[in-house]
């Protein structure tokens, strides 16, 4: 069904328009959408909550603070899937997220600015993790950046959508 067909769908026959089917099937496309989308937002993150990072140390796997971090409670309010799930989120819904350590814990970035150049390292600043804004910014080296390709994974999925 095309845009055009779906529009002159909503008019009844005399030529009205009934504003309350056309927002409530509206909202339910939605609401089905962003079911979908959370849905797969959660199966992405379980299974990456359920995989084991190891983590090294002179060429030996340790299981150390940097162990426990990334697979047990990566800082004192969220355990590792809930975390993961909230850096899956940033992924898909912002096509990157940011992970600082602050204080020895791992957070996972509402938001922030990026500073690039070309031959020194990006500068991070203004991040926001939980509402708190940080009053330092951080260099490349001290952060984990993910990002996905260059296309947005939210427009992809609504691209699918229109198409089915």
Known sequence: MGVKDWFISLFNKDGTLDISAAV???????????????????????????????TFEKGKSVRGENYYLFNVEPNPNKSASKFWRDVIHQ????????????KGHFYCAESFNCQKYAFQQYIYKDIVI???KLDRSYQEEDIFHFELHDQKIRSVIDGLYTSY
């Open 130 to 132: 939980d509402g708190f």
């Open 24 to 54: 409530g099937e509206l909202a339910g496309e939605i609401f089905f959408k962003e079911l979908a989308l959370q849905s797969c937002i959660n199966l992405i993150a379980n299974v990456l909550s359920k995989a084991e990072f190891e």
């Open 91 to 102: 992924m898909v819904y912002n096509n990157e997220a940011l992970v600082v350590q602050y």
